[in-house]
């Protein structure tokens, strides 16, 4: 039930419109309800409506809430983010301004590798770098990123550097000392524009993007093809965009093209200054004035009824932010933001005082929350538990204290997978397949409790390593050599008297590891690191371990490893060269930025833990009890970082603050994390952190929330009062055992087909996402998709095109992954060269009318099942009617297989689906064209086949909420990836 002013909000569709939503008023909830609006009273069709939000996580939030609102279904409806959102348009449009549309996007660390490996072509002088050159390469990449924030573009640059005057005599500056600054500050302007031009264009020489090019060229785009602008303008009736206050001028400058303001657009714009934590130098209130400047007739509306946290909680969040007054909306519209708790005026039950508690020592705050936790258990789920941090490494002490006194807990901080244990021993084994003489990671696979070698033997095996001045490996391989009758041995007596006494069970299991490092060596050339690494599961039957997984501990380690393996498939699907070298260079500048997943964590079970994440992770999210820890100057809030290489101020389009924008960014953070709390905010601190000895002043931002009275009376109880860590605290807590209550909403064709063919693959493959080694039929079908998708994009425009562009595309498209050699890749690249070539001489037609290719849909069955899908084709035939049709490249089944074909009914649901082509089962044709053949055989169904698809599909979704993952039998098993952890192949 919407409160008036949300009402408002949804309904206002006259024109641009502003909300200002303050924490837990319903932000999300307006956004929807308008959408849903919106389709019913057919203002829109579903992909009419553009919706734009700042995070993947905020983007998938809102989507997964449109699906529970809408009745039907719809094709692939633009909420995403910014970046999703110019990446697709980009893919599809990029060739009218010269830049191939198959970019590909670079991480961070692999920016830092480009640049490193062309930075001769820098021509750096005054930049030169003498120290870290990956620090540097770093500074140099954040500021050509913030001068693509900001819309400026080299020329841009370089404009400014001419029309500039430099030479303005500094105080207390002879004439020639002037002369000498404003020569070095040209010299320094002029090197960085030159080097931000040579860094775009050997990127676009190279077809490589950044994530900031994205914005960037979408608006270049924009701006010089006013056909396509058109076309988009015309194609999004309405716009909305949520947490507008984190968004930059380029940002802001694509929504401006999109929806100009000369033309009264549909836009809705959400955002609250107070929660604005991404902010370049705390510019909060920025985009919004501008919009109230460029939109002069946009409705304003405020939410503040919040219905989130109680009135204690909201009145200490707004003491707190008043103190960013006059840099903020209230000050600057002269309008009122305090929030008014709804629960609060229902029923005071919940209605707790802040709490705020100083200890002597991190230990001791860290054993005070765990503490809390449990006392206040009996009212809550360890789930309803938070731990806000302002830095991932703060979470340490509270990971220890909740351990000791067996409180389960996820750690979600950012970039922390390569940081897992049983990540860092993967990485590990590929730091020894890249060099073998790495004896800290050959002592790390050693240690493995995979292995359960004895831990004396492994010191007595270093010991050896040193005394003979040897790698680990080598050492290994002499110790064994004793072993052997091998005629190396003679070489090696110089050894004998070095040699430890190790048990005859390890020898033999340090005999097995030193043979399988040997054989996986001799693979390094010819395989990618995803493969080596697979073997090395695989021959270790550390797979089978995985899956088989007891505890919700096993289950992480299980997820994290999974995790990893998905992050090497992407670099190997997105590189050339997926080496064991190139992946390891990679991987280790991944983890010196500290740029890594999310650890991994099912979003298909409800584990019952307490969360530990940092404040701005926290975003989005509620609890019902929140510990805002580590509150000291120095941690919350921070020392301010300043820029290296800073743009000049005369640069900047964006409105920055009047006062300590540092400060002030850092309070709207803490108010983030104030404002998550639903009944409980605990804020606590310790007089001393690490080994330093001087005491810590507590973060002004305590002071700031509760009143004086209130922290006087909490610092006088809290001296009087000191718990001190019992020694019993230190007993290793008992595991949860693992719920696997499974959750699932979307499902795809594929998983249904898999659960129906064997529910364990399913299992395996959907649910604990194994990994398995390349395919290679898998490989060759992607690659022909990816061609005929091209093709017909390019067909669409020029009809002309036929066989030759059709195998250039072809042969661009190539990857070499998943096949078992050269001649093997070299035998389906040429068979594919014949399958298109046969397709082309029995198919294609100049004059088919295309409507849509690789049209995403999702279908709607009931309130918590959805079918997603991509359809390859759809074509326009006679009597109003569409032909669907799908590429097959494996074999051809019989026609009574056909007729029972899952994926062919769900295509039937899709075209007479009311959002989506709204036909008639009569109007559609479902084809299959097989190409090996080749061969088309069409299809139509009737209201009973889809009713018993629709059943299928409940009882299907109905097992496996249920863990009904048995395996199923049958001749497939032997050609199955997951044959050698399954019990039951044999």
Not at 459 to 479: E, G, P, V, W
Not at 595 to 618: L, N
Not at 752 to 757: A, G, S, V
Not at 807 to 826: C, M, V
């Amino acid at each position: 039930m919407l409160n008036e002013e949300q009402k408002k909000a949804v309904e206002y569709n006259k024109g641009p419109l502003l909300i200002i939503a303050g924490a837990g008023t319903g932000k999300t909830t307006v956004i929807v309800d308008k959408i849903k609006y919106l389709i019913k009273k057919n203002l829109a069709r579903p992909e009419e409506i553009l919706a734009l939000t700042f995070t993947e996580k905020a983007a998938a939030e809102m989507e997964e809430r449109v699906d529970r609102e809408m009745p039907y279904g719809y094709f692939q409806m633009w909420i995403s983010t910014f970046h999703s959102f110019a990446d697709q348009i980009l893919k599809e449009e990029a060739s009218h301004i010269g830049i191939s549309p198959a970019f590909r996007l670079m991480t961070e660390a692999e920016t830092i590798i480009f640049l490193r490996k062309n930075l001769f072509l820098f021509n750096l002088k005054y930049f030169s770098p003498l120290g870290n050159p990956n620090k540097f390469l770093g500074d140099l990449l954040n500021h050509f990123s913030r001068l693509r924030d900001e819309n400026i573009s080299p020329v841009d640059y370089l404009k400014w550097i001419k029309n500039n005057n430099f030479g303005k005599k500094g105080d207390g500056q002879s004439t020639n000392e002037a002369k000498m600054t404003e020569n070095q500050e040209i010299e320094k302007y002029l090197e960085l524009a030159n080097a931000y031009k040579t860094y775009q264009g050997l990127k676009i020489k190279e077809n490589l993007f950044d994530f900031s090019d994205l914005i960037f060229y979408l608006t270049e785009l924009f701006s010089k093809r006013k056909n396509i602008l058109k076309k988009y303008q015309n194609k999004f009736k309405y716009i909305l965009i949520d947490e507008f206050q984190d968004t930059n001028i380029a940002q802001y400058d694509l929504i401006r093209y999109l929806s100009p303001p000369e033309s009264a657009p549909c836009l809705t714009v959400v955002g609250d200054d107070s929660q604005a934590i991404y902010k370049f130098r705390g510019a909060s209130v920025s985009n919004i004035l501008n919009f109230m400047k460029d939109y002069k007739k946009a409705k304003q509306i405020t939410l503040l009824k919040n219905y989130r946290s109680s009135q204690s909680i909201l009145d200490a969040a707004y003491r707190l932010i008043k103190k960013n007054d006059p840099d903020t909306l209230e000050a600057k519209l002269g309008i009122s933001k305090e929030l008014i708790s709804v629960k609060s005026r229902q029923s005071k039950k919940h209605d707790y005082q802040p709490k705020f508690y100083l200890a002597v020592s991190p230990e001791e705050e860290a054993d005070y929350v765990a503490s809390e936790i449990l006392r206040l258990k009996k009212d809550y789920l360890f789930s309803d538990f938070a731990i806000l941090t302002r830095a991932n490494n703060h979470s340490n002490a509270f990971i220890r204290a909740l351990s000791r006194h067996g409180i389960p807990y996820q750690f979600l901080g950012p970039g922390m997978l390569l940081k897992q244990p049983e990540v860092k021993d993967l990485l590990a084994y590929l730091y020894i397949m890249n060099n073998i003489e790495d004896s800290v990671s050959l002592y790390r696979i050693l240690n493995m409790e995979l292995f359960k070698i004895d831990v004396v033997d492994i010191t007595l095996l270093m010991a050896f390593s040193k005394k003979t001045n040897l790698s680990l490996f080598q050492a290994i391989s002499i110790y064994l050599s004793f072993f052997e009758k091998s005629p190396l041995t003679e070489g090696y007596e110089i050894y004998r008297k070095y040699l430890p006494l190790i048990k005859a069970e390890t020898r033999e299991k340090v005999k097995y590891l030193f043979n399988m490092i040997k054989k996986h060596l001799g693979k390094v050339k010819k395989d990618s690191a995803g493969q080596i690494l697979f073997y090395f599961l695989e021959d270790t039957k550390y797979l089978s371990k995985l899956v088989n997984y007891k505890t919700e501990g096993e289950e992480k380690i299980a997820l994290n490893v999974s995790k990893f393996f998905n992050k090497l498939k992407k670099i190997e699907n997105s590189h050339e060269d997926a080496s064991v070298s190139s992946v390891v260079d990679y991987l280790t500048m991944s983890i010196e930025l500290g740029e890594s997943p999310t650890v991994g964590k099912s979003d298909a079970s409800e584990i019952t833990a307490v969360h530990i994440i940092t404040t701005h992770s926290a975003k989005g999210l509620e609890f019902k009890v929140v510990f805002l820890v580590n509150l000291t100057r120095g941690r919350f809030p921070t020392n301010i970082k300043k820029e290296n290489i800073a743009i000049p101020d005369e640069l900047i389009k964006e409105i920055l603050p009047t006062g300590d924008f540092h400060l002030e960014e850092e309070r709207r953070l803490f108010y983030v994390g104030v404002t998550r709390a639903m009944d409980h905010i605990y804020l606590t601190a310790s007089k001393f952190y690490g080994e330093g000895k001087r005491e810590q002043k507590i973060s002004p931002f305590v002071s700031e929330s509760l009143l004086k009275n209130e922290l006087e009376t909490i610092l006088k109880i809290n001296c009087e009062k000191k718990e001190q860590l019992s020694i019993f605290d230190f007993r290793k807590p008992k595991e949860p055992i693992s719920k696997n209550n499974y959750i699932l909403r979307n499902f795809s064709y594929t998983q249904l087909e898999t659960y129906e063919k064997c529910p364990l693959q399913y299992k395996y493959q959907f649910i604990l996402k194994v990994p398995t080694s390349q395919s290679a039929s898998l490989s060759f079908g992607d690659t022909i998709h990816r061609t005929l998708q091209t093709f017909y994009q390019e067909f669409i425009s020029d009809n002309n095109i036929g066989l030759d562009r059709l195998q250039t595309i072809f042969r661009s498209a190539w990857s070499p992954l998943g096949y078992a050699s050269k001649t093997h890749e070299n035998r389906m690249k040429d068979e594919g060269e014949k399958l298109l070539k046969g397709f082309m001489t029995k198919f294609h037609n100049k004059n088919v009318n295309i409507l849509g290719l690789e049209k995403l849909f999702k279908i709607k069955i009931s309130d918590d099942i959805f079918i997603t899908g991509k359809i390859d084709r759809v074509d326009k035939i006679k009597n109003d009617g569409i032909e669907i049709i799908d590429y097959k490249t494996g074999r051809q089944p019989n026609e009574n297989e056909l007729k029972k074909s899952m994926q062919l009914s769900l295509y039937a649901l899709a075209a007479t689906n009311p959002s989506l082509y709204n036909k008639k089962l009569s109007q559609v044709n479902l084809t299959f064209y097989y190409l090996q053949t080749p061969d088309k055989i069409s299809f139509t169904k009737t209201e009973g086949d889809i009713e018993n698809t629709k059943e299928k599909i409940f009882q299907t979704v109905r097992n496996i909420r249920e863990n009904d993952f048995s395996p199923r039998v049958g001749p497939w098993c032997d050609f199955c990836a997951f044959k050698m952890i399954c019990e039951a192949w044999q």
